[in-house]
């Protein structure tokens, strides 16, 4: 049986637009809670909000937007930013997500190579001065004609939909659902980041059956701490709450546990979402115990691989028994394979679910592009209606990316079993070969999460002469746990093969990460090489 699995679903994929189906929602919960930007003080009714995005799409028409315009979006979790997310829907904008941890060369490529017309940007982030970065790049791109700050009298301008006297309605009829609608620039371990190109189709859909395997309804109330410019928070969280008319709640403008769990009580959230380092700094947190998690029941724990121990604990002390885990990349819209809320332990703690409904699957050799057979590990590739449209102008990048067949390839190891449950064994990159063994860095991690001392670890591969590369684990240990080199060791001697267990082992606070939670191996790797004086055997050319 070979490694291809399609979500075949009674359910069809919505052909509308993103705001005919949030239109749809407003009509049939009009009184149900849209929003809660808990930090904020901020509370609509999806009646009120739908008036305030028609207001805001109206303001950037009649200040002279038009259909395809790119808008740069730059800020973290405020409700002018899902605000700006529905309207530029609305109005046929291209909604350009810029990461609110990107600085003034990063902003100006992105705002550059995308084209954008407008930046609608917060003042100020944890002492970053905004205002100061758009100034300053202004100057060398010409397309960019106009910056709106939250919180000013520009922005209470345009969001009060002065001087609009056309039809918004009528033109939402004239948009199409396979319209370009967002931008997501993913960034590799070299070169520029990439634009990735969605549709209304493509994360429309993904939110709305996202939801439907969460069983959302308008009872739901949904705690989104992820950051919004990236997939997890305006895909996962937005679109799947108002495709199904649950209630979007966001604890703070960027991560902070307290405020996550603080709002989870009193806000009595019935979903949870995070990366699990997330779920790791909330569990650890020295005010767990103060608040009531008697609401929740389901979430969605993805961004990086999923620690079983991490999960367990999240059903246990959390009580989120529906916990479900979701996979894919800002590529495929984003999620193309989740766990469901009922799950046995070990489907749910060890794998990232099966095929999406509407979806294609499969998982190939590298070299060969051959369909690999069940069990066998090799390259995840997906092809469907969550495909990208391509990268922002960018042909060829597109090319290697999406194949003749329009199958998307990830760079994501993974085997798939005989009820078509997908596990993630690492990336092709991130493949350890130890003196010709392959040897997957998830294996290793899933063993060490099982000694009582251990609250994260990640294992990666360093430059080795004798062996080509050798492996090495970096350790962060629980709060109060005394944990030594040698005891790592000695608790991998004779539970697993003798070529597994780290050569290296590395104790430390915090690993190297993104802003939404991705650990940055390649950055270990190069203080790795450093720090253990490994330049030597780096540069020894192999075949």
Same mark, same amino acid.
């Not at 002492?127 to 970065?133: E, I, K, T």
């Given at each position: 049986m070979l490694s291809y699995a399609h979500g075949a679903h009674s359910e069809p994929l919505l052909g509308e637009t993103i705001g005919h189906n949030l239109e749809r929602t407003i009509a049939r919960v009009p009184d149900s809670e849209a929003l809660v930007s808990y930090q904020q003080g901020v509370r609509y009714t999806y009646a009120e909000f739908g008036e305030a995005v028609d207001r805001l799409a109206g303001g950037m028409l009649a200040a002279g937007l038009r259909r395809g315009d790119r808008v740069g979006v730059w800020g973290p979790n405020r409700a002018e930013w899902v605000l700006t997310q529905y309207a530029t829907a609305k109005a046929g904008l291209i909604m350009v997500n810029i990461n609110p941890a990107y600085r003034v060369a990063e902003l100006q490529y992105a705002l550059g190579q995308s084209g954008c017309r407008w930046i609608i940007s917060t003042q100020e982030l944890k002492g970053s001065d905004f205002v100061a970065m758009v100034d300053q790049v202004r100057a060398d791109l010409p397309s960019l004609e106009r910056a709106v700050f939250f919180?000013?009298?520009?922005?209470?301008?345009?969001?009060?939909?002065?001087?609009?006297?056309?039809?918004?309605?009528?033109?939402?009829?004239?948009?199409?659902?396979?319209d370009p609608i967002?931008?997501?620039?993913?960034?590799?371990?070299?070169?520029?980041?990439?634009?990735?190109?969605?549709?209304?189709?493509?994360?429309?859909?993904?939110?709305?059956?996202?939801?439907?395997?969460?069983?959302?309804?308008?009872?739901?109330?949904?705690?989104?701490?992820?950051?919004?410019?990236?997939?997890?928070?305006?895909?996962?969280?937005?679109?799947?709450?108002?495709?199904?008319?649950?209630c979007m709640v966001y604890p703070a403008e960027t991560f902070d546990p307290a405020a996550t769990l603080e709002a989870c009580d009193r806000e009595r959230c019935t979903s949870l979402y995070g990366v699990p380092t997330m779920f790791i700094a909330e569990l650890g947190h020295e005010r767990f115990s103060e608040f009531d998690y008697g609401a929740l029941r389901t979430g969605i724990m993805a961004g990086s691989p999923c620690p079983v121990e991490v999960m367990k604990r999240v059903m246990t002390d959390m009580g989120i028994e529906e916990m479900s885990i979701a996979f894919g990349m800002t590529e495929t819209s984003p999620v193309t394979t989740q766990t469901g809320r009922v799950e046995t332990i070990?489907?749910?703690?060890?794998?990232?679910?099966?095929?999406?409904?509407?979806?294609?699957?499969?998982? $190939?050799?590298?070299?060969?592009?051959?369909? !690999? @057979?069940?069990?066998?590990? &090799? *390259?995840? #590739?997906?092809?469907?209606?969550?495909v990208m449209q391509g990268y922002w102008n960018?042909?060829?990048?597109?090319?290697?990316?999406?194949?003749?067949?329009?199958?998307?390839?990830?760079?994501?190891?993974?085997?798939?079993?005989?009820?078509?449950?997908?596990?993630?064994?690492?990336?092709?990159?991130?493949?350890v070969i130890r003196g010709g063994e392959n040897v997957y860095p998830r294996e290793i991690e899933e063993f060490l999460y099982?000694?009582?001392? $251990?609250?994260?670890?990640?294992?990666?591969? !360093? @430059?080795?002469?004798?062996? &080509? *590369?050798? #492996?090495?684990?970096?350790?962060?240990?629980?709060?109060?746990?005394?944990?030594?080199?040698?005891?790592?060791?000695?608790?991998?001697k004779g539970r697993i093969a003798h070529y597994k267990i780290p050569r290296y082992v590395k104790l430390v606070d915090s690993f190297p990460m993104t802003v939404t939670g991705k650990v940055q191996k390649f950055k270990m790797r190069e203080v790795a090489t450093e720090e253990l004086g490994l330049a030597g055997a780096a540069s020894v050319v192999t075949a």
């Amino acid at each position: 049986m070979l490694s291809y699995a399609h979500g075949a679903h009674s359910e069809p994929l919505l052909g509308e637009t993103i705001g005919h189906n949030l239109e749809r929602t407003i009509a049939r919960v009009p009184d149900s809670e849209a929003l809660v930007s808990y930090q904020q003080g901020v509370r609509y009714t999806y009646a009120e909000f739908g008036e305030a995005v028609d207001r805001l799409a109206g303001g950037m028409l009649a200040a002279g937007l038009r259909r395809g315009d790119r808008v740069g979006v730059w800020g973290p979790n405020r409700a002018e930013w899902v605000l700006t997310q529905y309207a530029t829907a609305k109005a046929g904008l291209i909604m350009v997500n810029i990461n609110p941890a990107y600085r003034v060369a990063e902003l100006q490529y992105a705002l550059g190579q995308s084209g954008c017309r407008w930046i609608i940007s917060t003042q100020e982030l944890k002492g970053s001065d905004f205002v100061a970065m758009v100034d300053q790049v202004r100057a060398d791109l010409p397309s960019l004609e106009r910056a709106v700050f939250f919180q000013t009298s520009d922005w209470e301008q345009i969001a009060s939909g002065e001087g609009f006297t056309g039809d918004l309605r009528a033109l939402g009829d004239e948009l199409d659902f396979d319209d370009p609608i967002n931008i997501q620039y993913t960034s590799g371990t070299t070169g520029f980041p990439k634009g990735a190109t969605l549709t209304h189709h493509n994360i429309l859909n993904n939110g709305y059956f996202i939801g439907g395997l969460l069983g959302y309804t308008e009872k739901d109330r949904i705690c989104i701490p992820v950051p919004l410019y990236h997939c997890f928070g305006m895909v996962l969280g937005n679109l799947a709450a108002t495709a199904r008319g649950a209630c979007m709640v966001y604890p703070a403008e960027t991560f902070d546990p307290a405020a996550t769990l603080e709002a989870c009580d009193r806000e009595r959230c019935t979903s949870l979402y995070g990366v699990p380092t997330m779920f790791i700094a909330e569990l650890g947190h020295e005010r767990f115990s103060e608040f009531d998690y008697g609401a929740l029941r389901t979430g969605i724990m993805a961004g990086s691989p999923c620690p079983v121990e991490v999960m367990k604990r999240v059903m246990t002390d959390m009580g989120i028994e529906e916990m479900s885990i979701a996979f894919g990349m800002t590529e495929t819209s984003p999620v193309t394979t989740q766990t469901g809320r009922v799950e046995t332990i070990e489907n749910r703690c060890a794998t990232v679910g099966q095929v999406h409904p509407h979806v294609e699957i499969k998982i $190939v050799d590298p070299d060969t592009g051959k369909t !690999v @057979p069940r069990g066998q590990p &090799g *390259e995840f #590739l997906a092809r469907g209606y969550v495909v990208m449209q391509g990268y922002w102008n960018d042909p060829e990048r597109t090319t290697d990316a999406i194949d003749a067949q329009r199958w998307m390839h990830t760079g994501d190891l993974a085997t798939m079993d005989e009820d078509g449950y997908v596990r993630i064994v690492g990336r092709i990159k991130d493949m350890v070969i130890r003196g010709g063994e392959n040897v997957y860095p998830r294996e290793i991690e899933e063993f060490l999460y099982t000694h009582p001392s $251990v609250a994260d670890v990640q294992v990666i591969g !360093v @430059p080795d002469e004798r062996y &080509g *590369e050798e #492996l090495m684990a970096w350790i962060i240990a629980r709060p109060g746990a005394s944990l030594t080199e040698d005891q790592v060791k000695e608790f991998c001697k004779g539970r697993i093969a003798h070529y597994k267990i780290p050569r290296y082992v590395k104790l430390v606070d915090s690993f190297p990460m993104t802003v939404t939670g991705k650990v940055q191996k390649f950055k270990m790797r190069e203080v790795a090489t450093e720090e253990l004086g490994l330049a030597g055997a780096a540069s020894v050319v192999t075949a």
